[in-house]
């Protein structure tokens, strides 16, 4: 079977707004937690803004991280209105030796006047259908941008990870994980403390504030310090006691020595690992710009963190993974879930916490979510929705899934919204999103994403 995922740049954009739909890590079988609702009115720009700026310690700290500090109780307003934090959070000292680190891609120069697609293809051939356009709805794309280290083969992967060996103040490099510099914590994409941890779960989940400890000094005894592993591979490393509130908890634990090790519920001896073999999934960018696609720190912090930026030209195959053989939320399988942002935007601001300012980070347009049900259904699942409640924006390109053998195709254009079957059909088009299914009977052969 061939699944192809095609996205188109069209020239026209509606305005259309779209109703709320909620996306989960487990096709939809429950909601990702959303940090601010959008609202229902519409705000024009008036001559005067007022700029609200958090501090805490004489350093910046967004209104996000604001709203959890405060929820959780790690954060407390003092007497004098100032900000304050209930957790000792240590001093950045001078940085160890220096590692080799992969720093986000910078924004590629925009390209005007111009009709693309892009796609998500098939490892072996690449098919795209025509869309109905008074303009060209293709153009040949630039050279193929140099590769990243955010997907691709990954021998260190295969390595072991020698529990007890490593400090908690220097990520650990070596074993697959790739050091992410854009949180501000030495490399790691999130840092958690349990303030509360018994046979009923944890609870007062801390999360350290990005941009903490670009030392990655935060990592200390107690507590969990996530990291990102390349595409297509997974993060192992979780405990198996999750939040007793149904919060997720992972990464490498740092124990009572001050040493790095795998948690109880990891599902192995290395830090990465790879998903499904029934069903290969791929990005391919046949538009003139860069696209930066963001999965999610998950089981974790559940922040859009870890980076893929496909260039022009360029294919590369994102994580998917095999539900009986993954993390399993509050009894539940899960999926792997993407932010997509719009075409130029820097994988800097892309794969972060954003504000509603912009459509990147968690304001970006839509969410992708894939996964292979091993555990009831033995087919493979693969979605697009709307990122609500979070945003109403539009996708500045289109998106398709075409392809052999799947279960009802699936595209997304700014006009018509989320619409099933062929690319001719608007009959079966609406706001919530929309999936495929491919089934193992058929020659699976790999599910493409085209952006």
């Known amino acids: ?33 959303k940090r601010e609702p959008a609202e229902a009115a519409i705000y024009l720009p008036g001559p005067v803004e007022t700029v609200i700026v958090y501090e805490l310690n004489g350093q910046p700290i967004s209104e996000e991280d604001v709203r959890q500090g405060l929820q959780n109780g790690t954060l407390v307003w003092g007497d004098d209105g100032a900000l304050s934090t209930s957790i000792a959070i240590p001093i950045a000292t001078p940085p160890p030796e220096p590692v080799t680190v992969h720093e986000p891609e910078p924004t590629p120069a925009p390209i005007t006047a111009e009709a693309s697609t892009v796609a998500v293809a098939s490892s072996s051939s690449v098919k795209q259908e025509p869309e109905s356009s008074s303009v060209p709805l293709y153009s040949s794309p630039q050279a193929p941008s140099p590769p990243d280290d955010h997907s691709g083969p990954c ?8 529990n007890g060996k490593y400090s908690c103040d220097a990520f650990p490099t070596g074993y697959g994980a790739i050091p992410l510099l854009n949180e501000g914590l030495g490399g790691w994409i999130g840092i958690q403390e349990p303030q509360y941890s018994q046979a009923d779960g944890m609870d007062n989940i801390m999360t350290v504030p990005m941009g903490t400890c670009t030392d990655g000094t935060c990592c200390t005894p107690g507590r ?39 948690p109880d519920g990891s599902l192995g001896k290395t830090l990465c690992g790879k998903g499904s073999e029934n069903m290969t999934v791929k990005v391919q960018n046949n ?59 820097s994988e800097k601001e892309a794969c972060t916490w954003g504000d509603r300012t912009k459509t990147s980070g968690n304001w970006a347009p839509l969410n992708f979510g894939t996964s292979w049900d091993d555990v009831v259904m033995n087919m493979g699942f693969s979605s697009l929705s709307q990122n609500i409640p979070t945003t109403k924006a539009n996708l500045d390109f289109t998106v398709m ?24 059909d608007y009959s079966q088009c609406g706001d919530t999103g929309c999936t495929v299914s491919p089934y193992v009977n058929c020659k699976l052969e790999p599910l493409t994403y085209c952006i």
């Open 287 to 345: 538009l003139s710009q860069s696209v930066s696609i963001c999965r999610t720190d998950y089981p974790g912090t559940e922040s859009m963190t870890i980076p893929l930026t496909v260039g022009p030209g360029v294919t590369a195959e994102l994580a998917n993974p095999k539900q009986g053989g993954y993390y399993f939320w509050d009894g539940k399988p899960t999926s792997a879930q993407y932010y997509i942002n719009n075409k130029g935007v």
């Open 155 to 162: 021998p260190d992967c295969d390595k072991e990870f020698p």
């Open 401 to 424: 899934f075409t392809g052999d053998g799947i279960q009802n195709k699936c595209r997304y254009d700014p006009i018509h919204k989320y619409c099933q079957g062929p690319s001719n």
């Open 224 to 262: 969990f310090c996530s990291y990102g592993c390349p595409n297509p591979y997974l993060k192992l490393a979780f405990p198996k006691r999750q939040g007793k509130s149904k919060q997720s908890v992972g990464g490498l634990y740092c124990n009572e020595d001050g040493k790095l090790e795998l």
């Open 1 to 33: 079977m061939k699944l192809m995922f095609i996205a188109a740049l069209v020239a026209t954009i509606a305005t259309a707004l779209v109703q709320p739909h909620h996306h989960g890590h487990s096709h939809l079988r429950r909601a990702l937690a």
